[in-house]
């Protein structure tokens, strides 16, 4: 099974999200199901297929999240290294093609959000990041070519 790397505040966020689906999420389509079917034919009934069509998507992400939440490993920063890149940590590298330097917060692929500057431990630059050190310069393959990085700092 992969492993699922979470913040706690990602796990309490995962745990919040699945409350709501199953309590919430879940019966409201139950229930419109139920409307649905009181229309007649189901044959020619959209919002029967509809309804039938969000359920599955539920279901989907509870199950999704079931199995994120089986697999989880929480991320302890008191355990982490300063030294060494790592899940949890924030990495500030020099990026030697546009001459500027970028933070990237280190997390598991279900907490990413490159838009915000989280990258997953999957990515191209989130893999080649882990176990290097500071003042150390990487090389990633990514879908644009190959990319230079300098590690400036290391945080927790």
Do not use: W
């Not at 990602?10 to 079917?37: D, F, M, S, Y």
């Not at 500027?100 to 431990?121: A, C, F, H, L, W």
Request: proline share 3%; net charge negative; glycine share 8%.
């Amino acid at each position: 099974m992969e492993k699922h790397y979470l913040t706690p505040e990602g796990k309490i966020q995962l745990e919040e999200k699945l409350n709501h689906l199953k309590t919430v999420k879940r019966p409201e389509v139950v229930k419109r199901i139920g409307i649905a079917r009181e229309f007649g034919d189901l044959s020619e009934n959209s919002e029967y297929d509809a309804a039938k069509d969000e359920q599955a998507q539920i279901e989907a992400q509870i199950s999704e999240i079931e199995n994120i939440l089986l697999n989880a490993e929480v991320i302890d920063k008191k355990k982490l290294d300063a030294d060494v890149v790592s899940v949890g940590c924030k990495v500030k590298i020099y990026d030697e093609d546009f001459d500027e330097e970028v933070v990237y917060q280190i997390s598991g692929s279900s907490e990413s959000d490159p838009r915000k500057g989280i990258i997953s431990n999957v990515s191209p630059v989130g893999k080649a990041l882990l176990g290097h050190k500071k003042g150390e310069t990487i090389s990633v393959q990514t879908p644009g070519g190959v990319v230079c990085y300098k590690i400036l700092a290391i945080e927790i």
